[in-house]
């Protein structure tokens, strides 16, 4: 593998692999010195053209975990606002003896036009809202710890689905790994085609709630809603909401699941974010372990062998 | 390919083995032996029933896995991580290191530097199948198996039904498969 | 002394294709048949078709204004390369064409280069602001006969109706880029499968035939000749066979790129994949080369768009629309289409030039017939790697096509001949 972009088109060994080391990073995160001499002497370049303090602080501590060097680039203090072009950014930074850049753009397809400019390994941070594949490795990841494995699982991802990342890399990676995923929102928030998707679609989260293992919630853009996208945000937390009912009426094992960062009180309610089959805090540390397991497959090894 | 240990050697030395990390360890107290996975951790486990069979109670071995630790990393297209098990902390203890075969040391040296960053064992001690020479540090092992002199290019395979087809050792010319 | 024979080509006369020679002589074809004698310059077709020079509807040659992605020159010599030996220079140039003077411009710079006819085409609107009409009868006066505020649909449905009027009093073509602003404003590619696996806002097809539709009734309302730009949808493909059936003068044209590639192609996010209107689904495409191959769509035109290295290697979104073609549009046809020689003169040449009402392009082969030929070798197997435009953007470089130009002739001179 020598870059990691999108989780479509991954196959189930690949993905598996990675989760399996993923889980022996999350031991090594454990000891008293949590950290390995795997990337010493490399250099890892967070590029992130789109404001993101927690994924960049997660692939830098995931960086350091593994001794890498770090260097961070966010486009407010840099030359970018005097025009420089995308292209000349990257390659400048490469010619500062960069081994690995993490990307984080607003715009689809721009960690593959890097992939294309440049000659080391890439790692999609974000790219429009097309994918974000370490982000579904992690929850993957916290999945298999709770369950052993997602093969049979029922998964609902509810919420903003059509123009999210997470859900796009989240939805290819869970079918792949035998989850059955069921998307859940209205109309005008889901896929244009999910036919032609691994998925089934309900627009009614109540009639879905009792089979299901886990519920992945998307957070509600505020800035989309009232009035365009859809009514208002008191009537999408009535339908699409995880309120203190909802939850009550989940199996007993059942787990609640976020990208972060949450809107309480919007897409899942106070108390529900507390409980402890809430699981988005463990989420954030396995995203560290997962990204480690990306860099040190990336990185650790000669590719050219 | 030419066996050098048939399964009842392999079995032998393993319960020779047992016998002497408790004689030198004058019993089994503070003693906690970790298999360098892949094939060292199925020769701890072995080591360790033995050692149950020898004390009338019940040792389990962990393992230890090296693969982030390793120098050569630039090499080696793939390296794969494995799982690493600590049953007990280590501060203290006599660690025994358990691996199929030492050859350059440079696996050992790996081994140590990962026990640095879990703990302060009080000693460690090292425990191989087969030593077959050629060593590029000084590293030396407490318990071998059996000794084989071979030349660099040959290769010496160890295999354990856990994981393999067979039981025993077996050494091969550098064109053989 | 003649100037020039062709010889050994399959020759589209009056009569239809037939295995003879042409020569040449003052600009003039005055020979067919075997036997012409000497020549200063001879092209052996060995049974290549020779026809007439290709003629496109719809070139942008970004003279004036914006010459570092092309300029008349580059672009003629790309139109050469490719067959033509007439195009018509879209007007949204900088400044754009809206008044005589800068028609003239136009044509007085080609005609300086001298290697392809540049026919200037006009604003319906001043500055292409969609509010006023155009200066018109200038336009008209400088030579233009076709008349469109390219890369913007005129809006005002009131405005776009007196516009085609006036041009219909003259018998003039009106032409429109026709895609809903609306519906279109926040795409950047077709609305579909592929779009909704990417995370990017598309553009429905019925962007397309909603403008399409308007303007049919506008068309018919005021008698204008309209003439579809760049079709894309199947459905446009319907409402322009229905606008014919009911003996409307209406006319149309696809690109080369639509006839090709479709949205699939697009999942690279390579921004050579990058136009507007976008690359639409499999079955709109096949619902194009049926179109084509019927006639219901009238000719190829390129949309010949060049754009800077700099300004198309970046993420997709913020890329310029637009691909190079003039090299490879008839290849692309000959590659995609069942077309035979009269069909794919008629689509190239023949048709554009009657839409122009032009007699000196597009005509058969014949005695006394202005010497704008193009002998064509529609088996020859090839893979562009590089272009005489000023730009590189091209969806083609690397894909194996078949047929290729081998010679283009301007009035008796050769302007360009493969090496």
């Not at chain 3, 140039?93 to 006819?117: E, M, N, W, Y």
């Not at chain 3, 598309?202 to 035939?209: L, Q, R, V």
Request: glycine share 10%; with cysteine.
């Amino acid at each position: 593998m020598r870059h990691f972009l999108t989780t479509e088109g991954m196959d189930r060994t690949e993905l598996e692999d990675l989760l399996d080391e993923a889980d022996a990073f999350s031991e090594v995160l454990t000891r008293p010195i949590p950290k390995v001499p795997a990337l010493r002497g490399k250099t890892v370049a967070t590029m992130f053209f789109e404001p993101s303090t927690r994924t960049r602080m997660s692939f830098e501590k995931a960086a350091k975990a593994l001794s890498a060097d770090t260097m961070s680039f966010s486009p407010s203090t840099s030359s970018l606002s005097k025009g420089e072009s995308l292209k000349d950014t990257a390659l400048t930074v490469r010619a500062m003896g960069v081994d690995l850049m993490v990307v984080r753009h607003k715009e689809t397809g721009a960690p593959w036009r890097l992939a294309e400019w440049l000659d080391i390994p890439i790692v999609n941070g974000g790219d429009g809202a097309h994918q974000h594949p370490t982000q579904a490795l992690l929850d993957c990841l916290t999945i298999r710890q709770r369950f052993g494995s997602l093969d049979g699982l029922e998964i609902a991802i509810v919420g903003d689905i059509r123009h999210s990342r997470v859900a796009r890399s989240d939805i290819f990676a869970m079918a792949t790994l035998g989850a059955s995923v069921t998307l859940v929102g209205p109309r005008t928030l889901l896929p244009i085609d999910p036919e032609a998707w691994p998925v089934t679609i309900s627009h009614d989260l109540d009639a879905v709630l009792d089979r299901l293992d886990v519920v992945y919630l998307l957070r509600v853009q505020t800035e989309r809603g009232g009035g365009s996208v859809f009514p208002s945000l008191p009537e999408y937390t009535e339908r699409y909401g995880m309120t203190d009912r909802r939850f009550a009426r989940l199996k007993s094992d059942a787990i609640v699941l976020h990208p972060g960062p949450m809107n309480r009180g919007v897409e899942i309610s106070h108390d529900v974010a507390d409980h402890e089959r809430a699981l988005i805090l463990q989420q954030v540390t396995n995203g560290v372990a997962a990204r480690m397991a990306v860099l040190f497959q990336l990185l650790g090894g000669d590719h050219d062998a | 390919m030419r066996p050098v240990m048939t399964e009842d050697d392999l079995a032998r030395a393993t319960r020779r083995i047992a016998h002497e990390i408790v004689e030198r360890n004058h019993g089994l107290e503070d003693v906690l032996i970790l298999g360098i996975p892949t094939r060292g951790k199925p020769f701890a486990d072995r080591i360790a029933v033995a050692l149950s069979e020898i004390e009338g109670r019940t040792i389990v071995a962990g393992s230890l896995d090296i693969g982030m630790y390793r120098d050569d990393l630039d090499t080696r297209p793939r390296t794969r991580i494995g799982p690493t098990e600590i049953p007990e902390p280590l501060d203290g203890k006599v660690v025994i290191l358990a691996d199929d075969v030492l050859f350059t040391g440079r696996t050992i040296r790996a081994a140590l530097d990962a026990l640095a960053d879990i703990g302060r064992p009080a000693a460690v001690q090292l425990a191989v199948v087969v030593d077959r020479g050629h060593r590029q540090l000084p590293i030396r092992a407490d318990y071998v198996g059996k000794n084989i002199p071979t030349a660099a290019t040959e290769h010496v395979a160890v295999r354990f039904s856990e994981i393999d087809d067979e039981d025993g050792v077996w050494m091969m010319n550098g064109g053989d498969s | 002394m003649l100037d020039l024979i062709i010889t050994g080509g399959e020759v589209l006369t009056e009569d239809g294709p037939a295995f003879t020679n042409v020569g040449v002589e003052n600009g003039t074809v005055t020979a067919i048949g075997d036997n012409l004698g000497d020549a200063a310059v001879t092209i052996d077709a060995d049974g290549a078709w020779v026809g007439p020079g290709f003629v496109d509807l719809h070139t942008h040659l970004r003279e004036p204004g914006q010459e570092w992605k092309e300029d008349i020159g580059s672009g003629s010599a790309a139109a050469a390369a490719g067959g033509y030996t007439a195009i018509v220079a879209m007007p949204n140039t900088d400044p754009v064409i809206d008044s005589g003077h800068l028609a003239r411009f136009v044509s007085d710079r080609g005609k300086q280069v001298g290697i392809v006819d540049v026919l200037p085409s006009g604003c319906l609107t001043m500055g292409r602001a969609g509010k006023t009409m155009a200066h018109i009868d200038e336009l008209w006066e400088a030579g233009v006969r076709l008349f469109t505020d390219d890369g913007d649909a005129v809006g005002d449905a009131s405005v776009l109706r007196l516009v085609m009027e006036y041009v219909a009093q003259y018998g003039g073509v009106v032409s429109q880029h026709a895609v809903d602003p609306s519906l279109s404003r926040a795409g950047h590619m077709h609305e579909g499968s592929v779009s909704s696996r990417l995370g990017m806002y598309g553009i429905p097809s019925e962007a397309d035939d909603v403008v399409i539709a308007r303007d049919l009734a506008l068309a018919r309302l005021t008698g204008v000749h309209y003439h579809v730009q760049h079709l894309s949808t199947a459905g446009g493909v319907a409402l322009v066979a229905g606008a014919k059936a009911e003996g409307m003068p209406v006319t149309a044209e696809v690109t080369p790129h639509h006839l090709m590639f479709s949205h699939a192609d697009v999942a690279s996010t390579d921004s050579n994949f990058k136009m507007m209107p976008p690359l639409r689904s499999e079955s709109d495409r096949e619902a194009l080369i049926a179109g084509l191959e019927s006639g219901i769509i009238d000719a190829v035109a390129t949309d010949h768009a060049p754009h800077a290295a700099l300004e198309k290697e970046v993420p997709f979104e913020d890329a310029p629309n637009g691909v190079l073609g003039l090299e490879w549009a008839a290849s692309v046809v000959t590659t995609m289409t069942g077309l035979g020689i009269t069909e794919f003169f008629e689509r190239m040449s023949i048709a554009p030039a009657r839409i122009l009402g032009r007699s000196d392009h597009g005509q058969h082969v014949a005695q006394g017939s202005d010497a704008n030929l193009v002998v064509y070798r529609p088996d020859l197997e090839w893979t562009p790697t590089t272009s005489v435009s000023r730009s590189r953007n091209a969806p083609y470089f690397g894909r194996a096509l078949t047929g290729a130009p081998v010679a283009t002739v301007l009035r008796g001179v050769v302007t360009w001949e493969r090496a």
